[in-house]
C-alpha cells in the first residue's frame, strides 16, 4: 500500500517538474510513513510512499523487471501475487523480491497490455516501458484505489490524492459548477469528475497509454460489470465457494490483519470466513458510542468475536470529538462527502493504527451486490415487470390495493402499500425505456434537493450566475439509458456500484483509513463476486425474493441465528444528536465562509440556515452538505497560495 505520483511529459523534465513531484509526494507521508522511492528520466519521474505490508524488506519501490528496462510504482495490493509468480516464473520470468506488486511487471512482460486481465485486487499504478516508450496508468476494475489526472499542455500529473496534488500548485483551485450541482444532489461527486476544473480521475477499470515520442494519451476501458457472462448454477454454493476463496486472498500480508465488526451480516460473514482461512490470525475491531444508544452495536460485536476466539477491540466516538474534527475530517475525504459515517470509518482506522494493525477488512459492497437496500431492488423489480408489460397501470394497481385493505395487518402495513403506490403513482422506482431519456427521479437515491416542492431546492441556495452554469450540467445526464433497454437488475447494480458504492463508500473509506495509515480491504467488492452476482443475475433475475436472499444462504451455516436474522442497521452513527450539536457548532460559520466569498453561496440564504436549522426540517440536509463543501473548499484553498485563506479549527466545546 502506498501513495503514487508522477509526472509524464512530452519536453524535457525540469527542475520545477521534480521539485513539484517530490512535494507531492511528501503530502502523501500519512499514505506511506514507512518509506519512500522515485524513478526519473528524461520525460518521466515517478514517486511513491510505502506503507509495508507485504515483504517487508525487499519490496521497496520503484520495482523494476530484470534489465531495468521496466520501472514500476503501485498503490495497492494484488491478491493473487502468489498465484501469478508461480505462473510467470515457470516461464522464465525471474523475481528480485517477495513483493506482491513485482507481479505486475512480469505479467506486462507476458502479456504486453493484456496483462491487466490477470490481476485480482485493489491497485493503482504507473508503468514506464522505456524500451517502448510509454508510460501506462491503470487502475483495478471496481475502483478501490483512486488516481487523480491533471492533462496541461505537454503535461500530465497524475497522484493517488485530491490534496496532495492540489499542494504543488499545477492548477489553480476552482470549483466546477456542473460538479458541484452534481455534489447537491448526489452527496458526492460521481467520477471521473471532479469539484475542481482541471482535475479529473482515471476511471475504475481504465488503462491510459502516454506514447512518450507523439505526446498521444489513450484511454481505454478493460473491464465493465455489466459485461460479466451469465452464470448458470446454484447461486448459495457458487458464492460460498467465491466467498471461501476471497477469504484465503485477502488476508495475505506480513503484518497483522483486522476486521472492523459491526453486527450487520456482511461484516459478520467476513470475520467468520477470515477466523476460518486464517485461524487465530485476526482481530476484531469496532466502535460505540456513548450512553449506547440504539446504533451501539459493542454487545453483539464482542459475542461474535468471542465465539469465533478473535481479540476483541472497542473505542467509543463522541459527539465533541465528532464535532471538533468535522472540519478536517471533511476535507480529508479528499472529495466533498456528506456522509455522516465517514466519522465512523475514521474512528474504526485510527482504533485499527493505536492497536499496531495496519491492514483492516471492511463490509462494503455486500448491500449494493445482493439487494441489501430495498429502494434498488423495488425499482429493479418494477422496472423489469414494466419491461416486459406485467406491471399493472396505476389505476389496476389501487383498484388491487382496495381490494386487499382488510388484509393489510395493520396500519403500518397500509402505509407501506400507500407509500408503495404513490410511488408508482408519481412513476418512482421505474426506469423510463424510452430512447436518450434520463432515469426518473430514483437515481438521486439521498434527497435530491433541487426537485423538491417549494423553497428548500439547491436553485434557493446559488448565486445566479453560478446557478446558470451549474444548470448547464443534468444530475441525471450521467444515467441515461440507449437501446437496447438493459436488463434493469444489471444495469441497477451496476450503477449504485459505479456511484454510491465507489465514490461514497469507496472514497470515504480508502481517504479516511490513509489518514491513519492503515490498509482497507474490501473482500464484498471484490470483482471476481461481483461479476458472480450480475451473471447470476443474468441467468435469473431475483429482484423478487427477500433481500439478499442468495448471499444469506451461502452464509447461513456460519452465523448463529441471533445475527443471522438481526434487523439491519447499518454503519450509522446517533445521527439526530450528532446533526444537533453540528448545527450548534456551525451554524453561523457560513457567513464570511469560502462559499459566500467566491460568489457560489447566496448570503441570504446563510440567515435561512440559522433559522431554520435548529431543529431537523428539510433546510438540515442541506445545510450539512452545504457545510461539509464549506470546510472542504476551505482545505483545498489553504494548500493554494491564493488570497482567500480560513482556519479549518473552531474553539473546542466547553
Known amino acids: 500500500m502506498c501513495g503514487i505520483c508522477g509526472v509524464v511529459t512530452r519536453a524535457a523534465l525540469t527542475p520545477e517538474h521534480s521539485e513539484r513531484i517530490r512535494r507531492i509526494s511528501a503530502a502523501m507521508i500519512h499514505r506511506g510513513p514507512d518509506g519512500e522511492g522515485e524513478h526519473a528520466d528524461a520525460q518521466v519521474h515517478l514517486a511513491m510512499r510505502r506503507l509495508a505490508i507485504i515483504d517487508l524488506e525487499g519490496g521497496w519501490q520503484p520495482l523494476y523487471n530484470e534489465d531495468r528496462s521496466i520501472a514500476l510504482v503501485a498503490n495497492g495490493e494484488v491478491y493473487n501475487y502468489v498465484e501469478l509468480q508461480q505462473d510467470l516464473e515457470s516461464r522464465g520470468h525471474r523475481y528480485r523480491t517477495h513483493s506482491d506488486c513485482e507481479s505486475i511487471i512480469h505479467a506486462y512482460e507476458q502479456h ?123 447461486p448459495a454454493r457458487l458464492i460460498r465457494e467465491e466467498l471461501e476463496r476471497i477469504a484465503t486472498l485477502i488476508t495475505r500480508a506480513d503484518v497483522p490483519v483486522g476486521v472492523a465488526l459491526s453486527a450487520g451480516v456482511d461484516s459478520s460473514a467476513i ?45 467509543e466516538v463522541s459527539v465533541r470529538e465528532f464535532v471538533e474534527l468535522f472540519a478536517e475530517r471533511s476535507f480529508w475525504r479528499d472529495d466533498p462527502i456528506a456522509d455522516t459515517a465517514g466519522h465512523s470509518y475514521f474512528a474504526v482506522a485510527r482504533l485499527a493504527r493505536d492497536r499496531r494493525i495496519p491492514v483492516l477488512l471492511q463490509g462494503q459492497g455486500g448491500d449494493e451486490l445482493f439487494w441489501g437496500y430495498g429502494w434498488l431492488q423495488r425499482a429493479a423489480r418494477m422496472s423489469r415487470l414494466k419491461a416486459s408489460n406485467q406491471l399493472y397501470s396505476p389505476r389496476e394497481r389501487l383498484r388491487r390495493l382496495r381490494r386487499r385493505l382488510p388484509s393489510l395487518g395493520g396500519p403500518g402495513a397500509l402505509k407501506a402499500w400507500a407509500l408503495e403506490m404513490y410511488r408508482t403513482m408519481q412513476g418512482h422506482y421505474v426506469l423510463n425505456p424510452d430512447d436518450g431519456a434520463p432515469l426518473d427521479q430514483m437515481v438521486a437515491y439521498n434527497l435530491a434537493n ?23 450540467t443534468s444530475p441525471a445526464s450521467l444515467f441515461t439509458l440507449p437501446r437496447p433497454w438493459p436488463d434493469p437488475g444489471v444495469f441497477l447494480t451496476k450503477l449504485i456500484c459505479d456511484t454510491y458504492l465507489m465514490e461514497n463508500g469507496m472514497v470515504q473509506g480508502d481517504r479516511l483509513s490513509m489518514v491513519n495509515s492503515v490498509e482497507l480491504r474490501l473482500p464484498l467488492s471484490d470483482y471476481k463476486l461481483a461479476e458472480l452476482a450480475v451473471g447470476l443475475r443474468k441467468a435469473r433475475p431475483d429482484d423478487h425474493l427477500s433481500p439478499k436472499h442468495h448471499f444469506r444462504a451461502a452464509i447461513r451455516d456460519l452465523l448463529p441465528d441471533w445475527l443471522l436474522n438481526r434487523p439491519k442497521t447499518g454503519f450509522s452513527p446517533p445521527g439526530g444528536i450528532w446533526m444537533s450539536a453540528l448545527v450548534a457548532a456551525y451554524k453561523h460559520s457560513l457567513a464570511d465562509g469560502y462559499l459566500v466569498s467566491a460568489g457560489l453561496l447566496n448570503p441570504e440564504v446563510v440567515h435561512t440556515f440559522q433559522r431554520h436549522t435548529s431543529k431537523h426540517s428539510p433546510w438540515t440536509d442541506l445545510f450539512y452538505r452545504t457545510l461539509v463543501l464549506e470546510f472542504w473548499a476551505r482545505g483545498v484553498q489553504a494548500l493554494t497560495d491564493a488570497p482567500l485563506h480560513y482556519s479549518l479549527r473552531v474553539p473546542a466545546l466547553a
Open 112 to 234: 504486453g497490455l493484456d496483462f491487466v486481465h490477470k490481476l485480482r485486487g485493489m491497485y493503482a499504478f504507473a508503468l514506464y516501458d522505456s524500451d517502448k516508450r510509454r508510460v501506462i496508468l491503470g487502475r483495478d476494475r471496481m475502483g478501490e484505489k483512486p488516481l487523480y489526472l491533471i492533462e496541461k499542455g505537454d503535461d500530465l500529473w497524475f497522484a493517488s490524492e485530491l490534496r496532495s496534488i492540489m499542494s504543488a500548485g499545477i492548477i489553480p483551485f476552482k470549483l466546477d459548477p456542473g460538479a458541484i450541482h452534481q455534489y447537491f444532489h448526489y452527496q458526492f461527486v460521481p467520477e471521473p469528475a471532479t469539484p475542481i476544473q482541471g482535475l479529473r480521475k482515471l476511471p475504475a477499470g481504465h488503462l491510459m497509454v502516454i506514447d512518450l515520442d507523439s505526446g498521444t494519451r489513450e484511454q481505454k476501458c478493460y473491464w465493465r460489470l455489466d459485461d460479466a457472462p451469465p452464470v448458470e448454477g446454484e
Open 271 to 315: 470475520a467468520a470466513l477470515v477466523a476460518r482461512a486464517r485461524p487465530g490470525l485476526i482481530s476484531a475491531l469496532t466502535i460505540g458510542y456513548p450512553g449506547r444508544p440504539r446504533q451501539d452495536e459493542r454487545s453483539f460485536a464482542e459475542r461474535w468475536a468471542n465465539e469465533l476466539k478473535m481479540p476483541f477491540l472497542q473505542a
Open 450 to 472: 433541487e426537485y423538491q416542492a417549494g423553497a428548500f431546492g439547491v436553485a434557493s441556495i446559488l448565486q445566479p450566475e453560478f446557478l446558470a452554469l451549474a444548470q448547464r
